[in-house]
């Protein structure tokens, strides 16, 4: 039996909500022509797995997609790797995310931009709509076309957004990186892609500093030969642009083109609409190609339907343009919603800035980052108590799981009234396996359920369905957003490694979860950092659970050693400010850990570190350190860090603990 049966209820949708939300009035909206009934939302999900074609016909017609030429069938070859979507459909990216430019909605706000270095921009779906079509004019004046490659070192803000809906709208692919990268991540990535155009800031603004780039961009312009045209961004007003023969400023780029529309020239479905990458930590991040019609209808279904997000609403995902949730946000313009973009430091001018920027602009889905909401429970942040949140219904949360805790933070000082969405997937899907829905209650600890279209289960290592407890997270049937190749893969074999060759014909996705009896998800970290001390599997977050809801406690991360044929645990612990590992906070953890979760789970060493190394997108780096405390050779990219420097410290503390291997 599931130790989670008795999961409190934390959130539970009324009646208005189970009817008038728009996942509630799809199910409606099915059953008026003669599917179902469904008795709730299990029975609708059951129903979009068996009836898979049926299911992402009726997203594409509910959602009003549109297409120049509509599809022939919606799934050709359903094998997978290999699934083929929207066989003969021609189709824009660009133009369905401008669908709800012209008419009524052409004055709403389409953009609200936030940067540390410049006023807040407020531009509408008729202006979106005329500068995304000048800067395609003025890129296809340069020789761009069809198929080219679009490269963005951009801000979360206005710029990035014209810049994607210019290039997909000519059918080129759009690629992104943050400006706070360094020049040899960024090289890692395009130099793979070798872009045509380059969009780039002249530096940017974090937690009160600027970073003025342009002669480290200069070096990157002069390292990318493919490159015809260069626009620089003003992201710092008072710094020069970016220097060299290619470069065009932003506004004399507009400048150029204006007056002219967008194309929205019709590409196949499988067309390269984005190119996202891995995190790269052990080498160069894999190229991963996602498709236009398979992104779009993806997108589709889980900002609407599943986000309830909609043409009146507000959405604030706070994100950088080197995270998968940068290209979910911009899906959101499908909506017609208004889409407030913050760049800078999620904690200045202090840890409340967000929540004040929420209520300052009425947002109705705010989007941020586990790790985020667990510095505010720990700073005692009470927005709920000082801020008027009435129109907040969602609040997302992703990046790793969420603590049980942090849900008792959002449901008493956070956010109460709204249905707190931990959603979880990957850059590989630039989507969702499991995640929210207005239809269920929120659970303390779980997220809600498999999203609609996903035939996800628990496997073993024997390759079947575990009737309990936790497995690999394995999806048994196409989704349209997996991607359509790697890049510089022609017979699909690194493309096939990374996620069918565990289980055959099945995508593994890496990630270690427990799926209730209640139909909910709890996932345990990613398999491949799985713990197995006496053989028994533990997933990392597991540990973090009961470490890093202690007030001592900053940050964490949880290792195996390998020695003497079995494994011992090893858990890196950042004190709380003012704090140092002392042997009572030794005892403490040991305490709560065993307690908490098992006899097995207890670390073998505790070690005190400054920093815990992360990704550039906020994960943490588990596996650079397990390989560095078992004398793995094999390299880390460095570059991808977004604090290198962590892992060195790492390094210092381990050899001076005797835990290096000699």
Not at 131 to 156: M, P, W, Y
Not at 354 to 368: K, N, Q
Not at 589 to 598: F, M, V
């Amino acid at each position: 039996m599931s130790n989670t049966v008795q999961t409190p209820v934390v959130w539970t949708p009324d009646q208005d909500t189970l009817t008038r939300s728009r996942m509630g009035q799809f199910k409606a909206w099915l059953e008026q022509q003669g599917f179902g009934p469904f008795a709730d939302y299990h029975a609708l999900h059951q129903w979009s797995i068996t009836e898979l074609d049926t299911f992402w016909k009726k997203v594409w017609d509910y959602c009003g997609l549109v297409c120049e030429t509509p599809a022939k069938r919606v799934l050709g070859n359903r094998e997978m790797p290999g699934a083929e979507w929207f066989p003969g459909m021609k189709l824009n990216f660009a133009a369905n995310l401008l669908r709800l430019a012209d008419g009524d909605h052409a004055d709403k706000e389409a953009v609200v931009a936030y940067c540390e270095t410049r006023p807040v921009l407020r531009k509408t779906y008729a202006e979106l709509k005329a500068d995304a079509g000048a800067l395609e004019a003025f890129l296809r004046s340069k020789g761009i076309q069809k198929g080219d490659r679009v490269a963005g070192v951009v801000t979360n803000g206005y710029e990035a957004l014209v810049g994607m809906l210019a290039a997909t709208s000519l059918g080129a692919i759009w690629s992104s990186a943050s400006p706070d990268f360094g020049i040899g991540a960024i090289n890692d990535r395009f130099g793979q892609i070798e872009p045509s155009a380059l969009i780039v800031v002249n530096g940017y603004g974090y937690g009160g500093k600027v970073f003025a780039r342009q002669d480290d961009f200069a070096e990157l312009i002069a390292s990318l030969p493919s490159l015809k045209t260069v626009v620089s961004i003003a992201q710092l007003p008072d710094e020069a642009p970016i220097p060299g023969d290619l470069v065009t400023t932003w506004d004399n780029a507009l400048k150029a083109g204006e007056g002219q529309a967008p194309s929205f020239t019709p590409v196949d479905p499988d067309h390269p609409v984005y190119t996202l990458y891995s995190s790269g930590t052990t080498g160069k991040p894999k190229c991963i190609v996602h498709g236009t019609a398979g992104l779009l209808v993806n997108h589709a279904k889980e900002l609407m339907l599943h986000g309830d997000v909609g043409p009146e609403d507000r959405f604030l995902y706070f994100t950088t343009c080197g995270w998968m949730m940068w290209n979910w946000q911009a899906s959101a313009l499908m909506t017609g919603a208004a889409v407030i973009t913050v760049d800078g430091s999620p904690g200045y001018p202090n840890l409340n800035f967000l929540w004040e920027t929420v209520a300052r602009e009425r947002v109705t889905h705010y989007g941020t980052s586990a790790r985020f909401i667990a510095g505010c429970r720990k700073a005692e942040l009470q927005p709920a108590k000082t801020l008027d949140q009435n129109p907040l219904r969602v609040v997302f949360s992703t990046g790793s799981p969420l603590l049980p805790e942090d849900y008792d933070w959002i449901y008493t000082d956070g956010a109460p009234n709204a249905l707190l969405g931990s959603i979880a997937g990957g850059t590989d899907i630039c989507g969702c396996f499991v995640g929210s829905t207005p239809l269920l209650p929120v659970r303390r600890g779980e997220i809600q359920c498999r999203l609609l279209g996903v035939d996800a289960v628990a496997y073993g290592d024997d390759g079947q369905p575990v009737s309990e407890g936790r497995g690999e997270l394995v999806c048994r049937q196409p989704l349209p957003s997996m991607p359509v190749s790697f890049w510089q893969d022609p017979d699909g074999e690194r493309y096939k490694d990374a996620y069918f060759n565990t289980f055959p014909g099945v995508w593994a996705h890496g990630d270690f979860i427990e799926f209730t009896e209640h139909g909910g998800a709890i996932i345990y970290g990613r398999s491949d950092a799985t713990l197995n001390p006496g053989g028994v599997r533990i997933g990392t977050a597991e540990i973090y659970r009961q470490v890093e809801t202690i007030s001592e406690v900053k940050d964490s991360l949880v290792v195996g050693r390998q020695i003497d044929g079995d494994v011992e645990v090893v858990l890196f612990v950042v004190p709380a400010e003012g704090q140092t590992v002392t042997d009572d906070l030794v005892k403490t953890l040991k305490t709560r850990i065993r307690e908490g979760a098992s006899p097995r789970h207890v670390p073998r060493h505790i070690v005190e570190v400054p920093d815990i190394p992360y990704t550039r997108s906020g994960k943490k780096v588990e596996l650079a350190v397990a390989r560095l405390i078992n004398g793995s050779n094999k390299a880390d990219n460095r570059d991808a860090l977004g604090n290198p420097e962590a892992l060195d410290r790492i390094r210092e503390r381990l050899a001076t603990a005797g835990l290096l291997p000699e």
